[in-house]
């Protein structure tokens, strides 16, 4: 994809540039009134400017909400709904909700979005909705994987919580309750193992299980609170408040890489990597960003004089987000490349062609070839 053509400067005189200003309104109206159905805002788009240029998505306000990569598509999660574009940007569908902490997770071609704390899940694919799962307890999280397993955390009467996983017919399958410790997070790897994160009184515990059998296969305690785990090529790792753990298949520890005292800000993880922004204080200070194998090696590190707003890991590659400014290294933290973007820009993700994609609360451009 080409880069947008800058604008050549013109000198106006006053006339023609109240003309302009007035044609301009008239645009944006037209722009807001166009179905998007029909293409919307994209379509005009073209019809003014061409097909040459950076790819855009539109959409309604993000504030507050989330977006995740969709088969080169893009789904967002916001406060008044939920919205999936294809990878031309054309709207595949929507579901209006009000939603007031909208959270999603997206793998391969499914995805679930959910309001924390509220009572339904929304699973759905790229092409729409499987199923509107309802819940009579509150939901703290979900997940999918690739194969179309959806795990939902919930937490439960009588227990601390539970976790339902689904298959891709949307078909509860598993159920697991927790005893005396909150469920945070759970996770499915394959059509067999269950990862789930606790946290009770003693700190944070992680409990593999297999989805055809009642018995656990292993648990570890960590003494603090165990941000994420994921399951890794090796086994499992688990991101903590002070450092990250790697463990074997049966969750015996094998590694460790401590933050030296700095504060976790941001962490993306890919099979193979992970990436991780470290900061000197909980807001501000000097910011730093790791990225280490699934082996616990340090692959590459850098320091930056800008914060980070948003840090994605996807294809050996690593986009830093930071004000008006998105930069890609390679695992070893070398530069590869970097685009100006908007300033208004909160989420970077990786996409499979090497393009990047910058989204804002209306919109997400996409830059590179």
Not at 71 to 83: F, N
Not at 292 to 308: A, N, Q, V, W, Y
Request: charged share 20%; net charge negative.
């Amino acid at each position: 994809m080409k880069d947008k053509p800058e604008k050549k400067k013109r000198r106006l005189p006053r006339v023609l540039g109240t003309v302009f200003l007035l044609a301009a309104a008239v645009l944006a109206v037209t722009l807001a009134v166009r179905s998007q159905q029909e293409g919307g805002i994209r379509a005009l788009w073209r019809e003014i400017f061409g097909s040459q240029g950076t790819d855009e998505f539109f959409f309604e306000s993000a504030a507050g909400g989330q977006v995740a990569d969709m088969d080169m598509g893009l789904a967002v999660a916001a406060g008044s709904g939920l919205y999936v574009y294809d990878k031309e940007g054309n709207a595949a569908f929507s579901r209006l909700y009000t939603y007031n902490s909208p959270a999603i997770n997206t793998a391969g071609d499914y995805g679930a979005v959910w309001n924390v704390g509220g009572d339904t899940v929304i699973f759905f694919e790229k092409s729409g909705i499987i199923k509107e799962l309802s819940f009579e307890n509150p939901v703290v999280s979900a997940s999918v994987n690739d194969l179309g397993y959806l795990a939902v955390c919930t937490e439960e009467s009588g227990y601390y919580g539970s976790v339902t996983v689904y298959n891709y017919n949307a078909t509860a399958i598993y159920r697991w309750y927790a005893g005396n410790a909150r469920v945070l997070s759970a996770k499915v790897r394959g059509r067999e193992e269950l990862l789930v994160t606790t946290l009770g009184i003693g700190g944070s515990t992680l409990v593999l299980l297999r989805l055809d059998s009642e018995e656990q296969v292993a648990d570890y305690t960590y003494s603090g609170l165990v941000v994420e785990a994921v399951f890794t090529d090796s086994g499992v790792a688990a991101v903590t408040d002070g450092n990250v753990i790697g463990f074997d298949k049966e969750l015996q520890k094998q590694w460790e890489y401590d933050f030296g005292g700095k504060y976790l800000t941001h962490f993306s993880y890919r099979p193979g990597a992970l990436a991780l922004g470290l900061s000197d204080y909980q807001v501000g200070g000097r910011q730093q960003v790791a990225v280490i194998s699934d082996e616990g090696s340090e692959t590459g590190k850098i320091e930056l004089t800008d914060e980070i707003t948003d840090l994605y890991l996807a294809y050996d590659r690593v986009a830093i987000l930071t004000n008006g400014l998105v930069t890609v290294y390679d695992t070893k933290l070398s530069e590869l490349e970097r685009y100006e973007c908007d300033p208004g820009a909160e989420h970077v993700i990786l996409r499979e062609n090497s393009t990047v994609l910058c989204a804002g609360t209306f919109s997400a451009y996409v830059y590179g070839k």
